[in-house]
């Protein structure tokens, strides 16, 4: 178990219940989404000081920052603001409910995927979007979406009894894969292939794939509610809070995959045969 102790990130920070946390490079800010408020807050580091951006009143289930621009889903619908984020609010009408979005590092290649009752992705940073929702025998639900660095798409929901993981690369339709175990909470992938996976369960224990879900591996930790998974450098981090299973953050060291030995190249001599 770690035994690292851990201090406030801010000593003024404003009362909030917090669902979602992403950083936003172009400016250094923290964004914080927040629970049945009506405003999202961010912390500037350059100013360490936190401050606050009026939206709509609700949940913040998801939200993704691909360089300028802020996207977020509160409550059912996708919000996003302009580049300077001082008119407002658009709204995106995405079929029904959205669910989850996350968007690619690469500047060159903007990338967005959207999950809900329809499922889109955008190639220009959200201007247009195009309609990519598998078909209804594959996926049907609130789906959570993931996006490898590598530009892999997941998507997946948890259930007691049921749970669904669906992968595409880029460019290919999506296909599923078998779960280890039903109650998926979180998805991550390894920064440099994304064909490795870990999913987090609640309760049922954390997996690992190096193969985007054909096979998986049990790498233990049953009896906790697994909210949030982290890779940093050689272990992978794994944090829980619940009133009835066991809360903490767990760490396990991870063993690096290996790779394939490469057949040599160099030419050899036959031997000479015997006289």
Same mark, same amino acid.
Not at 92 to 121: H, M
Not at 142 to 162: D, E, S, T, V
């Given at each position: 178990?770690?035994?690292?102790?851990?201090?406030?990130?801010?000593?003024?920070?404003?009362?909030?219940?917090?669902?979602?946390?992403?950083?936003?490079?172009?400016?250094?800010?923290?964004?914080?989404?927040?629970?049945?408020?009506?405003?999202?807050?961010?912390?500037?580091?350059?100013?360490?000081?936190?401050?606050?951006?009026?939206?709509?009143?609700?949940?913040?289930?998801?939200?993704?920052?691909?360089?300028?621009?802020?996207?977020?889903?509160?409550?059912?619908?996708?919000?996003?603001?302009?580049?300077?984020?001082?008119?407002?609010?658009?709204?995106?009408?995405?079929?029904?409910?959205?669910?989850?979005?996350?968007?690619?590092?690469?500047?060159?290649?903007?990338?967005?995927?959207?999950? #809900?009752?329809?499922?889109?992705? $955008?190639?220009?940073? !959200?201007?247009? =979007? &195009? /309609?990519?929702?598998?078909?209804?025998?594959? @996926?049907?639900?609130?789906?959570?979406?993931?996006?490898?660095?590598?530009?892999?798409?997941?998507?997946?929901?948890?259930?007691?009894?049921?749970?669904?993981?669906?992968?595409?690369?880029?460019?290919?339709?999506?296909?599923?894969?078998?779960?280890?175990?039903?109650?998926?909470?979180?998805?991550?992938?390894?920064?440099?292939?994304?064909?490795?996976?870990?999913?987090?369960?609640? #309760?049922?224990?954390?997996?690992? $794939?190096?193969?985007? !879900?054909?096979? =998986? &591996? /049990?790498?233990?930790?049953?009896?906790?509610? @697994?909210?949030?998974?982290?890779?940093?450098?050689?272990?992978?981090?794994?944090?829980?809070?619940?009133?009835?299973?066991?809360?903490?953050?767990?760490?396990?060291?991870?063993?690096?995959?290996?790779?394939?030995?490469?057949?040599?190249?160099?030419?050899?001599?036959?031997?000479?045969?015997?006289?």
């Amino acid at each position: 178990p770690v035994t690292q102790r851990w201090s406030a990130f801010s000593e003024n920070t404003p009362v909030m219940g917090g669902w979602v946390v992403q950083y936003d490079a172009f400016r250094d800010w923290l964004w914080f989404g927040l629970h049945d408020e009506d405003r999202i807050n961010f912390y500037d580091f350059k100013n360490s000081r936190w401050r606050g951006l009026p939206c709509a009143e609700g949940q913040v289930r998801s939200l993704a920052v691909w360089r300028d621009r802020l996207f977020t889903i509160v409550g059912r619908h996708l919000y996003t603001t302009d580049d300077k984020m001082e008119r407002g609010w658009k709204a995106f009408a995405c079929g029904g409910y959205c669910a989850s979005i996350v968007s690619n590092k690469d500047l060159q290649r903007p990338y967005l995927f959207l999950t #809900g009752r329809r499922w889109y992705e $955008s190639h220009n940073g !959200g201007f247009r =979007w &195009k /309609d990519i929702t598998p078909p209804p025998h594959l @996926v049907t639900g609130r789906f959570k979406a993931h996006l490898g660095a590598q530009g892999r798409r997941y998507a997946f929901q948890g259930g007691l009894l049921n749970g669904t993981l669906v992968t595409a690369a880029p460019g290919q339709s999506f296909e599923k894969r078998p779960l280890p175990a039903s109650d998926i909470r979180v998805l991550i992938t390894d920064p440099q292939d994304d064909r490795q996976v870990w999913i987090g369960t609640w #309760g049922q224990g954390v997996f690992y $794939s190096p193969d985007t !879900g054909k096979t =998986w &591996k /049990d790498l233990k930790l049953q009896g906790v509610e @697994v909210r949030y998974l982290v890779r940093f450098q050689d272990a992978l981090y794994a944090g829980s809070s619940n009133l009835v299973f066991n809360k903490g953050l767990y760490r396990q060291k991870i063993t690096p995959k290996t790779r394939p030995r490469q057949p040599s190249t160099r030419s050899v001599r036959p031997s000479r045969p015997a006289l």
